[in-house]
């Protein structure tokens, strides 16, 4: 199953971080433990059309289409372009500096977003964007 949209480019990234995620049990289950937190990742194209990913790190360790898994809700929702959050995926961009920036706007426990860089350093040698 895809999680790409052609009409938000950077939504590659999510196929590649769930095969991450997906790829080794001892990767999740650390991803897991140290996360404990659902994700969300409010992405806006360049027509303006908003789109929405979740990383479940908290249960099952994937990622999946819309703002959280069905009959959860996420800890922290992340809000950005996806020309920022290709940045971000690519490590190009700080997640403090677009934050600082006025770039990314975030809802919820803030503490929680810095618990998900290390998935998305692990995607970026996978994510062509």
Known sequence: MSLKKDSHPSSAAFDVIN???QANEADRKDALEK????????????????????????????????????GGKADVTLS?????????????????????GGKL?????????????PILKKAQGGAKL
């Open 19 to 21: 095969q991450t995620l």
């Open 35 to 70: 996360a404990k937190a659902v994700v969300a990742f409010n992405i806006k194209n360049s027509d303006g059309k908003e789109e929405a990913w979740y990383l479940d790190l908290k249960d099952k360790g994937e990622v999946g289409h819309g703002l959280a898994p069905k």
């Open 80 to 100: 950005l372009s996806d020309a920022d959050f290709a940045q971000l995926v690519a490590g190009k961009a700080n997640a403090q500096r677009l934050f600082m």
């Open 105 to 117: 706007k975030i809802k919820g426990n803030i503490m929680k977003a810095t618990k998900m860089e």
